[in-house]
């Protein structure tokens, strides 16, 4: 496990990390306004992932805990069956699982539209910026500002930039 870590984990975060200074340099060089407008537009995008994020662990949590009272239950009923029939007890411990089982499924839900509802504003978020961004370089280029090979430059460092982090991020 130690050489693994030691081999590749460290030699690939390593290696993004310098990807993302080199193209963050190499983005300032080829338009500081540019980029500074994407480094305003990253804690817009980060803010909704922490605060989401943080009710999306709390939600997890409680499904998990749910799901493993549920179990708990069936588990409880179904091994203890026979003192569960002669206490005529069958009609009670269905609807103690099924109460478990609904209050699992209603964390469930609550999770994934959590969830969905943090993809949607981070992918709303960040293809604004994109838009944004390339519409500035854009306006640039057209006002003579910058040449439409340094646009697409700077486009290139981005996907760099952004797949550096994405891999840092693992």
Known sequence: LILSVIGSSVSIAL????IF?????????TSAKLTGLVLLIVPLVIVPILVLGRKLRALSKENQDWIAASSGSASEALLSVQTVQAFTHETPS??????VTNLSLSAALRRV???ALMTVIVIFL????VVGVLWMG???VRAGGMSPG??????????MVA????????
């Open 15 to 18: 290696r993004n990390l310098l």
């Open 21 to 29: 200074i080199g193209g963050l340099i190499l983005m300032l060089f």
């Open 94 to 99: 269905r609807r103690a699982f099924a109460d």
């Open 113 to 115: 539209e959590t969830r």
């Open 126 to 129: 960040i293809f604004s910026g």
């Open 138 to 140: 854009a306006h640039d």
């Open 150 to 159: 340094a646009l697409v430059q700077f486009v290139i460092y981005s996907v």
């Open 163 to 170: 797949g550096s982090v994405a891999a840092l991020s693992e």
